[in-house]
């Protein structure tokens, strides 16, 4: 069984920052790729930064230059660094991780944490 666990989001201005984190536990074998997504009121749930295996990193144009994800694969955690936040932003903030325990593939998802930016 695996867990993920976020932290870090609350309420903050427009033009400020958060750094949200996500921490997995349980019978983790290999980390592969983890994503932040975010879902606002009376949307869809929508991705919001990348980070493969490899390093590689995507961000939609909402997010680009403003957010940046990173990963500690020996803390099992990925972090987004959001800066310069706008009021759209506002949502819950999930990440999703998918890696390899011993026997299978999952994907998995965080509980979510809020996010609400004031004008």
């Known amino acids: 069984q695996v867990q993920l666990v976020e932290s870090g989001g609350g309420l903050v201005q427009a033009g400020g920052s958060l750094r949200l984190s996500c921490a997995a536990s349980?019978?983790?074998?290999?980390?592969?790729?983890m994503g932040w997504y975010r879902q606002g009121p009376g949307k869809q749930r929508d991705l919001v930064a990348r980070i493969q295996g490899s390093g590689s990193v995507y961000y939609p144009d909402s997010v680009k230059g403003r957010f940046t994800i990173s990963r500690d694969n020996a803390k099992n955690m990925v972090y987004l660094q959001m800066n310069r936040l706008k009021p759209e932003d506002t949502a819950v903030y999930y990440c999703k991780i998918d890696l390899w325990t011993l026997d299978r593939y999952l994907e998995v998802w965080g509980q979510g944490t809020l996010v609400t930016v004031s004008s």
């Open positions: 349980g019978s983790i074998f290999r980390l592969n790729t």
